[in-house]
């Protein structure tokens, strides 16, 4: 975008972006399955899946240092929240899945994983 440094991990930030997005709109969703009850681990992922990814953007968008351990861990809480995801068989659930699975591969190549 702004700089050579973060252009380098724009795939992953665009990624990480998705992602958040995706787990916001897929925990508003599951807050309104009639079974909230058995989703409430994916609900928890979900927001904390979320929450990491944006930070993933915000230290890769600074060039943060730790960028590359950050989005490591990021793929790590990604590829937990696709598990989880995958456990039901809504729609939301399912595309929520494949963009926690497309950010965690961004993120394993960002950090050298």
């Known amino acids: 975008m702004l700089t050579m440094e973060t252009k380098k991990n724009q795939?992953?930030?665009?990624?990480?972006?998705?992602?958040?997005?995706?787990?916001?709109?897929?925990?508003h969703a599951c807050l309104n399955e009639p079974d909230l009850n058995e989703r409430k681990n994916c609900v928890s992922m979900l927001v904390e899946c979320a929450m990491m990814c944006q930070m993933s953007v915000s230290m890769m968008s600074m060039n943060g240092q730790y960028s590359k351990?950050?989005?490591?861990?990021?793929?790590?809480?990604?590829?937990?929240?696709?598990?989880?995801?995958?456990?039901?068989?809504?729609?939301?659930?399912?595309?929520c899945a494949k963009e926690c699975q497309t950010c965690a591969?961004?993120?394993?190549?960002?950090s050298g994983m």
């Open 11 to 27: 795939s992953c930030i665009d990624a990480c972006a998705k992602c958040a997005q995706a787990c916001y709109e897929c925990f």
């Open 105 to 110: 591969d961004e993120c394993r190549k960002m």
């Open 69 to 95: 351990e950050h989005c490591g861990i990021c793929a790590m809480i990604c590829d937990s929240c696709a598990r989880e995801c995958n456990m039901f068989k809504d729609q939301h659930c399912k595309d």
